[in-house]
């Protein structure tokens, strides 16, 4: 290698130019070559803010490393990128700068582009999309009319989560702790009309799928706990003098508590429809009622401090008969269940804490210490599980079992409920995809329609698709209902489908989590389809399918990874989708799923208000993209996350020196042409000394550990391998030319293909210094022999009539008499065998000796 500086900015760019022209990491995608194809699949970026930030960098660099070892192994690795554009990130940006969503898409693109192409990665760039390309959405608004088709997408007026600051409609996944999750605005309830798309029909599909799917476990969590699957039974408390309903149904994980329900509890909205119907409540119940309306339109968190009213109505516990007030209190939600709860104080934590404050009454229906006389006086809920004790004849039963009977004792049905809601889809902003729907007056008054419970409306006919959003000078939402298309008449009148008369275009547009719900089902078919009449080529589909690694963040859990498991989930049933391998169950697009880790700077979370956010352009332009790749993955296990701290990197700067400076003293030719490369740097010609057989060893342990830390993602600890094999090099470099048997060449190739998913461009370099025309990203992946990672010896377990007594360490393959007569000479042997005799030795070569004496 030329001893001249090491310019680390002009040689990667020189590889990376060089990597685009010869075409390194394109795959075959129609015959993949090699082992068969493997998709390596991370989460695109979105192009908002002022370009790609180091979370970016991290996320790829990880998925990439597994992807550059993969194709080292044999497989034809495709490894696409591209620009989820679209949505209110980017929307929010260009208002920000004054700009043009539309126009700042483009220099967004470019400047994402040339810093992705910074970072080293092996993307198949061919390939690459950008949602907001009309190309690319013709299909998005294909896959929402094939939605519609089939009944999976549907229009209704529904209270729904409203964002003053972002004004549009948000998902309820897109709601945490009452704020909006991308600007933190408290979320506001309001009744609008809006799209839907019917994923609680998928919604057991989705969670026993889990089960059946490699994901990390944290995301599979989330996911079950937002699906929130829960077994139960509709119960009706009948009431009297109560001319709007002649009962209260209830929907209850417990049956069992039935006999401890002390009173009903209904949601403020469910009172408001009461209301509407003509109650009319005393005035304290009335100011109530509004009270905790506004307090939900405005977005505020549930009250530390329960609040309630008591209203005039009674229902009767159907199990004992017992007359049951019935209250109002914001702590019981709408959405969930039926809008009303029977309160069982004694077991359940909320209710509990209402009762004290209202001094209603406490009765305890399940002991855990039965068959105790007497119940102890209650100081908190108790939730668990036990025998029932207040309950008539089902008195001693086990809770467990007292559930059904009781229920269907008191005429309650069976049902399973989920706390998944349906993906609301449509946005009143400006950059997105339009919804391709039409809306006609006439037909809507006929009884007209596509589908008899929408009448007036019509999917956009396929064959004009793309619905393109036109260039719009007031993008900017003004808060209203309608979105800023609904002041574009240019836009909006069209002619009906249906009866060809005058008829209206739907001004929302989707939600930018249908652009990312499908991007990787086109990404393989990009070439092949741009120009063509098919969203994807089936063929390469099925070749490529499923996803062989998605790598991730796990913020993603219950929005992405959720949507895009439905979506594909129900182009698969609707036959518009096929895998071709059986490793997909039921039509799951990703088997094997993992989350990265979170970045921090300094111990604190990256914002710009802090002013810690770690721009890569700065570090590479510094460093080198080779050594921020090396350190991002070094600072923790992948799937952990670290802390970015500007001191530490100065480790990995040293390590990359050394590297080259050892590079420096290996010739370019030599002995080398007569041995065996590793897996084999064993010519077998003479017989080895014991420094060279302890370096074959460290050589193949260390090709071992990197390979099964790669496979593992700890990444980290495969860095700390190459720095130990790296030392242990450097002291023998002196010597590595003189043994004969190893050729110091080989061992530094075999060194640096190790080295390059890590650091692709300095081990491009050192690669064809050392005299190689073809791209080590290409060249097999070294392995390892089992046999010379073997240690010489063992650990002997000595027992003494079957206990233990010692562990000696002994040479392997020892055979018995000299087993016996090594451990006869250890102290704690000769200890425990005392001055008796031995009337038996079971000697287990290579694992234990048992001396019988008994």
């Known amino acids: 290698m030329s001893s001249e500086r090491y310019d680390f900015g002009e040689i990667e760019k020189k590889w990376q130019k060089v990597w685009q022209e010869n075409r390194t990491y394109e795959p075959d995608l129609d015959n993949p070559k090699g082992k068969g194809p493997f998709y390596n699949l991370m989460m695109f970026p979105y192009p908002s803010a002022e370009g790609l930030h180091v979370g970016n960098m991290y996320a790829f660099t990880g998925a990439d490393i597994y992807g550059r070892k993969k194709r080292m192994e044999g497989y034809d690795v495709f490894e696409p990128i591209g620009l989820d554009g679209f949505g209110i990130h980017s929307e929010n940006y260009a208002l920000k700068i004054g700009a043009h969503p539309m126009e700042q898409a483009k220099i967004s ?59 549009t409609v948000l998902a309820d996944e897109q709601v945490i702790g009452g704020k909006c999750e991308r600007c933190g605005t408290a979320v506001e309830v309001k009744e609008l009309e809006q799209w ?50 002649d009962e209260i149904e209830v929907f209850t994980t417990r049956p069992d508590t039935l006999f401890g329900a002390t009173f009903i509890v209904v949601s403020p909205e469910l009172a408001k429809e009461w209301m509407e119907k003509g109650w009319q409540p005393s005035q304290t119940v009335a100011e109530y009622v509004d009270e905790a309306l506004a307090r939900r339109a405005e977005g505020e968190e549930k009250q530390k401090e329960k609040t309630g009213v008591a209203t005039e109505i009674f229902a009767a516990n159907p199990a004992n008969k017992e007359k049951i007030p019935v209250w109002i209190s914001d702590y019981v939600l709408a959405g969930y269940g039926t809008g009303a709860i029977m309160a069982v ?29 007497t119940c102890p ?40 409920r989920f706390r998944l809601r349906d993906w609301l889809i449509s946005r009143q902003r400006y950059w997105g995809a339009p919804i391709p729907m039409i809306f006609c007056e006439a037909c809507a008054a006929a009884g007209k329609g596509e589908q008899s419970e929408m009448s007036g409306w019509y999917a956009v006919p396929e064959e004009e698709l793309p619905v393109k959003l036109p260039y719009i000078e007031k993008f900017r939402p003004e808060g209203g209902d309608e979105s800023p298309l609904g002041s574009a008449p240019e836009f909006y009148k069209t002619k009906c489908p249906g009866c060809g008369g005058d008829a209206r275009r739907e001004t929302d547009v989707s939600d930018t989590f249908l652009d990312s719900a499908w991007y990787y089902i086109r990404y393989p078919s ?25 790598t991730g963040g796990a913020e993603h859990a219950v929005l992405h990874l959720l949507y895009v498991r439905f979506v594909a989930l129900a182009l698969h049933d609707l036959k518009l989708l096929a895998f071709g391998s059986s490793d997909a169950p039921g039509g799951e697009p990703f088997p094997k799923f993992r989350a990265h880790g979170l970045l921090i700077k300094e111990g604190a979370k990256m914002s710009k208000s802090k002013g810690n956010v770690v721009n890569p352009d700065e570090y590479i332009k510094k460093y080198g993209a080779d050594v921020l790749r090396m350190y991002l993955m070094f600072l923790a296990p992948f799937e952990q996350g670290g802390d970015f701290r500007d001191a530490s990197i100065q480790g990995i700067v040293r390590f990359v020196r050394r590297i080259r400076e050892l590079g420096l003293k290996i010739p370019p030719s030599g002995i080398t042409d007569r041995l065996v490369s590793v897996g084999g740097m064993r010519a077998g010609i003479e017989t080895p000394t014991l420094e060279k057989r302890n370096l074959e060893k460290t050589l193949h342990k260390t090709i071992r550990a990197v390979t099964n830390d790669i496979e593992n993602l700890h990444y980290n600890t495969a860095i700390s391998a190459l720095m130990v094999i790296l030392g242990y090099l450097e002291r023998e470099k002196d010597n ?35 005299g190689h025309e073809d791209s080590i990203h290409r060249t097999p992946w070294p392995s390892y022999e089992e046999s010379l990672i073997a240690e010489d010896t063992f650990p002997l377990v000595v027992q003494v009539d079957g206990k233990h007594r010692a562990t000696v360490m002994t040479p392997r393959g020892i055979v018995k008499e000299q087993a016996e007569a090594l451990v006869r000479a250890d102290a704690k042997v000769i200890s425990a065998l005392g001055v008796g005799g031995v009337k038996k030795v079971v000697y287990v070569e290579d694992r234990l000796i048992n001396f019988v004496t008994k």
Not at 350 to 367: G, H, T
Not at 736 to 741: M, N, T
Request: charge should be neutral; charged fraction near 25%.
């Open 196 to 245: 839907f798309f019917r994923i609680t029909k998928y919604a057991e599909r989705l969670l026993d799928n889990l089960e059946k799917i490699d994901w990390s476990e944290r995301v599979k969590i989330a996911q079950k706990n937002w699906i929130g699957k829960s077994e139960g039974a509709s119960i009706k408390f009948p009431i009297s003098d109560f001319q709007f309903s």
């Open 345 to 373: 104080p004694a077991h359940d934590k909320r209710d509990y804490e209402f009762a004290q404050k209202f001094n209603l009454p406490v009765v305890m229906v399940v002991c855990p210490h039965y068959p105790a006389p």
């Open 526 to 550: 990009t070439r092949a389809t741009r120009l063509g009449q098919a969203p994807w080529d089936p063929v390469v589909t099925k070749q490529w399918f499923p996803v062989h690694l998605y």
């Open 736 to 770: 590595l030319g003189a043994w004969g048997v190893f050729s110091p060449k080989g061992i530094f190739e075999t060194f640096i293909k190790l080295l390059a998913p890590f650091a692709p461009h300095l081990a491009e370099e050192l690669w064809h210094e050392l």
């Open 377 to 416: 006086v209650l100081d908190e809920a108790y939730e668990g599980e036990g025998h029932l004790v207040g309950s008539g004849v089902f008195d001693g039963m086990k809770s467990e079992e007292a559930k059904w009977k009781i229920a269907e004792v008191v005429g309650g049905k069976r049902e399973t």
């Open 109 to 167: 693109e470019a400047r994402f582009y040339d810093q992705l192409s910074a970072i080293g990665n092996g993307f198949a760039r061919e390939e690459r999309l950008e949602t907001y390309d009309p190309a690319y959405y013709r299909w998005t608004q294909w896959i929402f009319v094939q939605m519609w088709k089939h009944g999976l997408a549907y229009r209704k007026k529904q209270a729904v989560n409203w964002c003053p600051s972002c004004k």
